[in-house]
């Protein structure tokens, strides 16, 4: 009598590997995409200079830290250890982040625009060459740009909930220093042209394309911790 053969176990299809994640256009990189072709049309068509396009270029890394100052001030908001870091971190960044910004934005008054104060300029003076230069609408545009990335990606998301405070009050310093060199060595060359309507221009593509660069790059990869529990 022969022995029954029992069937072999069905083979289980292994299971698809995950997509990577890849660089996915939000609703805030689209804001940022129109702010930042306010320049490039002010330049185009409204002959704006090369101060005016630098200083809107500096106000923009002015904005970048107010809303870091706010993105640290809300991170982790239930961890105390968190509490106790922000007591210096924040006061620290403000200070420091602020005097790069200052010396910069120094820089761009005198070189660029001819402004000459005595000792360091108050928020004023800046707001004032703003206004002379005919750019405070495009300030606030960026303004809201980076308000809407704000709200729909760091607290909409809940990216704040495990954001790294370390990781955060760093972050802005790489963006702004690429910018910087950028920026400042774009502008001494768009200077030496006759006719500087086309390099601005393309100075101004330049950085945006740096610009939505970096913010796809930072939401598609956030600097958070990873909530997933570890596998038993």
Do not use: C
């Amino acid at each position: 009598m022969s022995t029954p053969v029992s069937p072999a176990p069905l083979a289980t299809a292994a299971p698809a590997p995950a997509p990577a994640p890849g660089l996915r256009v939000t609703p805030s990189a689209v804001v940022l995409i129109a702010a930042n072709v306010v320049p490039l049309i002010g330049v185009l068509f409204f002959g704006w200079s090369v101060f005016a396009t630098l200083l809107l270029f500096w106000a923009e890394n002015a904005i970048v830290g107010l809303f870091n100052i706010l993105r640290m001030l809300a991170a982790a908001p239930d961890n105390p250890l968190a509490w106790a870091s922000k007591v210096f971190m924040v006061p620290f960044f403000t200070f420091h982040y602020g005097m790069f910004v200052t010396v910069h934005g120094i820089f761009v008054l005198q070189l660029f625009g001819g402004i000459h104060t005595r000792g360091f300029p108050m928020a004023s003076t800046f707001w004032g060459a703003i206004q002379g230069a005919g750019i405070a609408p495009a300030v606030w545009g960026l303004a809201l740009s980076h308000a809407v990335s704000f709200a729909f990606n760091y607290i909409g998301a809940g990216q704040y909930k495990t954001a790294s405070l370390p990781m955060l009050m760093s972050r802005p310093y790489a963006r702004v220093m690429i910018l910087h060199v950028v920026i400042l060595a774009g502008g001494f060359l768009v200077m030496a042209f006759r006719s500087p309507t086309l390099p601005l221009a393309l100075l101004v593509v330049l950085k945006t394309t740096l610009d939505l660069r970096g913010h796809l790059r930072e939401h598609a990869a956030p600097l958070f911790a990873s909530a997933q529990p570890a596998a038993a």
